[in-house]
């Protein structure tokens, strides 16, 4: 099982297209899946917290400016980003929705596996992650009623109440957890959350794909080149905010893949219990391209190592 969890956290992106294609082949058989997003990724978030410690947190007491740095990226480059993105293109109703939600979510926590691969800072990303994470009941919802809100039938309220459910009470019950039980924990569940992980994110991307199908072959194109040119000018934005502020290689890296891939299940999750499947449809597409773009991005870097602060293994994907 081991070899298997290490296996499936290697190859993510290539199973995340799998699922993207099997969505499309048998839409019928998987489409129902997709009401099914919010429980899946609160198993995703569950895993996360019981990666988490105390120690985790660290980070941001003794660089409390990079952090901020980078949660301030996070939260205001990609919905704006999502917002520009979607007016060029001409993206309307469900589709403009979709892409803003994407846009609002917090750091995606496949995030720490490629800084870890691209030779970034891995401390750095684990703690922007977990802090976009916790900060996302509060920001998320914000920002998606600011710049889509004359489109909305849904409150503050219905979306803070969504992500304390899907994100931040399993996120909190797994680290603790973790707190409580460490040694079952790290000897017992670490070291299969990436297949977990893997799993979780695949099977999503396969249900909500499955409920577009149609859309996907018919607009899939577009919307597939917004995506891309999100997710790029994000990673590239991310990389110039912290070399403006000069951090150092491994914090460069490490900011560009926090902002450039977002918690693409959040959004989806999002879109299923509020809106309707189509939105779901750009945070479907996200998913598959930034963990291709972001396992690319992770072979040219580690082809060109840097000086860097101790990285410690990340033991989880999602």
């Given at each position: ?133 916790l900060l996302a009941p509060i920001l998320t919802p ?43 924990v790290e000897r017992y569940m670490l070291p299969y ?126």
């Amino acid at each position: 099982m081991r070899t298997v969890a290490e296996l499936a956290g290697r190859w993510f992106a290539v199973l995340v297209v799998l699922g993207g294609v099997a969505g499309l082949l048998a839409p019928t058989v998987l489409a129902p899946i997709a009401d099914q997003t919010p429980l899946f990724l609160g198993i995703i978030m569950f895993g996360m917290g019981l990666t988490l410690r105390g120690a985790d947190f660290a980070l941001v007491a003794r660089r409390p400016w990079v952090v901020l740095l980078g949660v301030v990226a996070q939260f205001t480059i990609m919905p704006a980003l999502a917002w520009g993105i979607g007016h060029l293109f001409g993206l309307t109703g469900d589709a403009m929705i979709g892409m803003i939600l994407v846009g609002a979510a917090p750091g995606g926590t496949a995030s720490n596996v490629i800084v870890y691969l691209a030779k970034g800072d891995t401390a750095l990303s684990v703690t922007l992650t977990t802090v976009s994470t916790l900060l996302a009941p509060i920001l998320t919802p914000a920002l998606v009623l600011w710049l889509a809100g004359s489109q909305l039938d849904v409150t503050y309220g219905a979306l803070v109440t969504s992500i304390m459910q899907i994100v931040l009470f399993p996120v909190l019950a797994g680290l603790l957890v973790r707190t409580f039980a460490g040694g079952l924990v790290e000897r017992y569940m670490l070291p299969y959350l990436p297949l977990v992980s893997v799993t979780g994110i695949v099977v999503v991307v396969a249900g909500i794909v499955a409920a577009n199908a149609d859309a996907v072959l018919s607009t899939g194109l577009l919307l597939a080149l917004a995506v891309i040119l999100h997710n790029g000018l994000g990673l590239a934005l991310g990389y110039g905010a912290a070399s403006l502020a000069r951090l150092e290689e491994p914090a460069r890296r490490a900011l560009s893949v926090e902002v450039g891939m977002q918690n693409s299940g959040l959004a989806a999750s999002l879109a299923t219990a509020h809106f309707t499947p189509a939105a779901a449809l750009p945070a479907a597409l996200f998913s598959v391209w930034h963990n291709i773009s972001g396992s690319l991005l992770a072979s040219y870097w580690a082809r060109r190592p840097v000086d860097e602060p101790a990285r410690a293994e990340p033991v989880g994907t999602a």
